[in-house]
Nanobody, 127 residues
């Protein structure tokens, strides 16, 4: 059974930084693309960043590009999201997710490809 557990959320001031972690278990982590998503109150969940199996390919939503960095350590079965220059509009619950099966399509995987989700971690940015 695939399990994803996020950590690292919290409250920071505008301009601050946080590093989220997502520990995965239940299958061969290094064979599957991973992604970070977020959902703000009253809004739909949106894609944030994605990373390929090896970590060579990464992709970012325009809203977080340059400020956020996704990475992974396949030896530790963990994916990270380094968030810098945080803004109040980054306030949301952040979820990590992984694709349903081995993925050979266009990169990054579309949201419906993600089948396993963590419980989420709250990030609050105060002005």
């Amino acid at each position: 059974q695939v399990q994803l557990v996020e950590s690292g959320g919290g409250m920071v001031q505008t301009g601050g930084s946080l590093r989220l972690s997502c520990a995965a278990s239940g299958r061969n982590f290094s064979r599957y693309a991973m992604g970070w998503f977020r959902q703000a109150p009253g809004k739909e969940r949106e894609s944030g960043a994605a990373i390929s199996e090896s970590g060579v390919n990464t992709n970012y939503a325009d809203s977080v590009k340059v400020r956020f960095t996704i990475s992974r350590d396949n030896a530790k079965n963990t994916v990270y999201l380094q968030m810098n220059s945080l803004k109040p509009e980054d306030t949301a619950v952040y979820y990590c997710a992984t694709v349903r099966a081995l993925y050979f399509g266009d990169y990054p995987p579309a949201p419906p490809q993600y089948a396993y989700w963590g419980q989420g971690t709250q990030v609050t940015v105060s002005s």
